[in-house]
């Protein structure tokens, strides 16, 4: 049975999903609130190069994830290694107290950014995603199928209705779409899991270019114990971004947390004096840009690939339900849109 379905989300969690369904005959559309696929990898764009203020880089550990970048034409020319795993440990004044060992495993990123990977995957889809369209509540007919409704608009006929958006957003739409959406098994379930907020901040200092001269460490990617920053990296550094000077700076979870209402400009003064005790860079950037990212990194994950009621055509996918790295969020979309799969071969 072919099936009419609606995805709500267009990371990668979403279009993993929505290109599974598509190539197995179904009719896909996706609704994005945001400017264009991405989610959590999105790039930054500003007159100085790219900023990666959404996930840094990825792993490739599950062989699903692997044959789908070697599967996807021109996937791998997108797709290249960093040398990420030559992170440095900083302690709150920028020494490098440990070294962080050597790691088997291969970072990569994709270029010219992290949405590249993304968009590239989507574009099969092409009119299929619609942009800019938050989905506000959800809504079934006599009939079954499920009707779609922004603030002025709706979208009407699906069999199916999956939701790949954060946890909380997704637990907030259900429950404001009635008993026929709001599952209170689920929603239980979604209310354990923990995602942490991050503020984010994007530096750069166009006097300084690679490889001939840059200012601050010999490292380009740093973790590190301040109370107010966990991670940095020089965006210069990833394959395909562009010469000029540019960090990613990025909050710790507790730090974040208790600032989540604090506005840009305090949140950049106070990172920015961060940064500068950890890099020795105090010069001061052209650029300085924040973004505050309430649902970042998944403390604590659902512990299931997916949700997935086959009697009402709902689903959920997303990182949370397994973790927090990018392939986690591909593996969520995949098992749900094979589970859906599965349940119309059955109809």
């Not at 790949?164 to 209310?191: C, F, R, T, Y």
């Not at 540019?246 to 940064?275: C, G, M, P, Y």
């Amino acid at each position: 049975m072919t099936l009419n379905i609606a995805i709500i989300g267009a990371g990668i969690a979403g279009i993993t999903a929505a290109r599974t369904l598509a190539n197995a005959g179904h009719h896909v559309q996706v609704f994005e609130k945001s400017r264009g696929p991405g989610g959590r990898m999105s790039t930054r764009e500003s007159n100085f190069g790219t900023f990666d203020h959404g996930a840094q880089y990825f792993t490739v550990r599950d062989p699903r994830f692997s044959l789908a970048i070697q599967a996807v034409p021109g996937t791998t020319d997108i797709c290249r290694p960093w040398s990420a795993n030559a992170v440095r440990v900083l302690d709150p004044l920028g020494h490098v107290f440990e070294a962080a060992r050597a790691s088997k495993e291969a970072h990569f990123v994709a270029k010219p950014g992290m949405n590249a990977l993304v968009r590239h995957w989507a574009e099969p889809l092409g009119k299929a995603i619609h942009n800019n369209t938050k989905i506000t509540r959800l809504e079934r007919g006599a009939k079954g199928l499920w009707t779609l409704h922004t603030d002025n608009h709706t979208f009407a006929g699906f069999d199916h209705v999956l939701l790949a958006i954060p946890s909380v957003q997704a637990a907030n739409l259900l429950k404001a779409s009635g008993k026929e959406a709001a599952d209170a098994h689920w929603l239980k379930a979604m209310g354990a899991v923990d995602v942490a907020p991050c503020w984010t901040m994007m530096v750069a200092f166009p006097n300084a270019t690679q490889p001939n001269l840059h200012i601050g460490p010999q490292w380009n990617a740093a973790r590190s114990i301040h109370h107010r920053i966990a991670w940095l990296a020089r965006e210069s550094s990833k394959p395909g971004r562009g010469k000029v000077e540019r960090w990613t700076v990025q909050a710790s979870a507790a730090w974040s947390a208790e600032h989540i209402n604090d506005t840009d400009s305090r949140v950049q003064a106070k990172l920015l004096r961060a940064f500068a005790e950890l890099t020795g860079i105090r010069a001061e950037p052209a650029h300085t840009q924040v973004h505050r990212w309430l649902y970042a990194k998944t403390i604590t994950p659902l512990g299931v690939s997916h949700q997935y009621n086959p009697a009402n055509g709902l689903g959920t996918c997303g990182d949370w339900h397994l973790g927090h790295r990018v392939e986690d969020a591909f593996v969520s979309g995949l098992e749900l849109a094979l589970a859906v799969c599965q349940s119309a071969k059955r109809l």
